[in-house]
């Protein structure tokens, strides 16, 4: 048999692919539903990609209160670098929208696009990580992190014992999971 080859297609996922196969059992208002939400998963990707470019460019945005326009355009009079990995280990790393660290400030903000509100525990988590990376002591530096969402954007100083808990809770983790691996 020689089969059919779909060059195009390598790496693409249909959205109703074998893999995700729930689909099967959906009416059409599920159907409608969770294709609107797959479309809004690829804009936030989109913009996602877009806000990085400008911000690599420096291409400021058209002064308004729409959160793309304030991500980008803080992030650029900041001077921050855009998707940025963060990693302690295999098992725990993550990727920062936008970061610096200037003059003893660690910065991090973070792009949401979707409805669902954010937690800025997610950024606490990558100022861990940057913590643990750069062997640097929380109590030792300020923190500030910004979620830009529904044309806000809420800003939270995180409490340093905050985030020495999350670098511990890291370690050990990190060395469970390495434990597991090894059959213990």
């Not at 911000?55 to 650029?76: C, F, M, S």
């Not at 900041?78 to 970061?99: P, R, W």
């Not at 937690?119 to 109590?139: D, G, R, T």
């Not at 923190?143 to 999350?166: F, G, K, N, T, W």
Request: hydrophobic residues 40%; aromatic residues 10%; proline residues 3%.
């Amino acid at each position: 048999m020689n089969f059919n080859t779909h060059f195009q297609l390598q790496g693409c996922h249909a959205f109703l692919s074998a893999s995700k196969y729930h689909w099967i059992n959906y009416d059409e208002e599920k159907l409608i539903s969770s294709f609107n939400k797959f479309q809004a998963t690829q804009r936030g990707t989109e913009l996602h990609e877009l806000a990085c470019q400008c911000i690599r460019l420096g291409v400021k945005l058209p002064k308004t209160n729409k959160t793309l326009n304030l991500y980008v355009n803080d992030a650029i009079g900041f001077k921050m670098h855009t998707e940025q990995v963060l990693y302690f280990s295999d098992n725990c790393f993550g990727t920062a929208d936008t970061i610096s660290f200037r003059k003893n400030l660690l910065r991090i903000h973070d792009l949401k696009t979707g409805e669902t509100p954010a937690s800025i525990k997610q950024l606490m988590v990558y100022a861990a990580l940057f913590c643990l990376e750069y062997n640097v002591k929380p109590f030792d530096i300020d923190i500030e992190l910004r979620l830009y969402q529904s044309d806000d954007v809420l800003i939270d100083i995180p409490d340093p014992d905050e985030i020495r808990a999350i670098m511990e809770k890291i370690i050990q983790f990190d060395k469970k999971i390495e434990q597991l691996k090894i059959g213990g």
